[in-house]
Structures are given as C-alpha cells and as structure tokens.
Nanobody
Framework: VQLQASGGGLVQAGGSLRLSCAAS????GVWHRRWYRQAPGKERE???????????SYADSVKGRFTISRDSAKKTVDLQMNSLEAEDTAIYYC?????????WGQGTQVTVSS
C-alpha cells in the first residue's frame, strides 16, 4: 500500500490550498489519519488528526485555519488550508496509523509567499 499526497504548490499569504492523500490499496486496522509537516531546518511536526470515529484535533499553530477530513469511499484524507502564512511553508506528509504500524506519503511541498 502506498500513500500519494497531492495539492501542494505556491500560494500568496492569505490564500488557500487543499491537500489530498490517497491510498493505493486497502489498509486494515486503521486507528488515525494524520497530517504532519516539516519546514526547512526544523523537525517534523504533527498538525492534524482525524480518528476513525471522525474526531479531529489540531496543533495550535493551525487551529481555526486548517480542516482535516476523510472520504472513506475514495480512501482519501484531505487537509483544507486557509489563511496561509509564510510560516506554513513546509513539506506536508500524510500518515495513516494502524495497529500494525504507520504508513507515510512521500510529501508535498507548500510554499507561501509573503
């Protein structure tokens, strides 16, 4: 099973992007779906989670601006990013956490120009 993240790009501050992460096959025993990001020179940081029950949580840095969602039929997990700031510039990674371990996408670059 592979995860493919898409939707990144260059956007001006204040703009929006929607990231999507698609799984190439079926993944059993899913617990959580998450998005992380890694800015240049910084460690990877968690930014959002959606559980199998639909409960969501966010890092303080993105709360109120980002929205995580999932489409079980399409097997995707999306991240709607609004009011983007220069500090949001990073490579964004999707993650699916299962009882057998984690799956990671390859990352998609988001660049916000100020």
């Amino acid at each position: 099973v592979q995860l493919q993240a898409s939707g990144g790009g260059l956007v001006q501050a204040g703009g929006s992007l929607r990231l999507s992460c698609a799984a190439s096959g079926s993944i059993n025993g899913v617990w959580h779906r998450r998005w992380y990001r890694q800015a240049p020179g910084k460690e990877r940081e968690w930014i959002a989670t959606i559980t199998t029950n639909g409960l969501v949580s966010y890092a303080d840095s993105v709360k109120g601006r980002f929205t995580i969602s999932r489409d079980s039929a399409k097997k995707t997990v999306d991240l709607q990013m609004n009011s983007l700031e220069a500090e949001d510039t990073a490579i964004y990674y999707c993650n699916i956490n299962t009882k057998l371990g984690d799956y990671w996408g390859q990352g998609t670059q988001v660049t916000v120009s100020s």
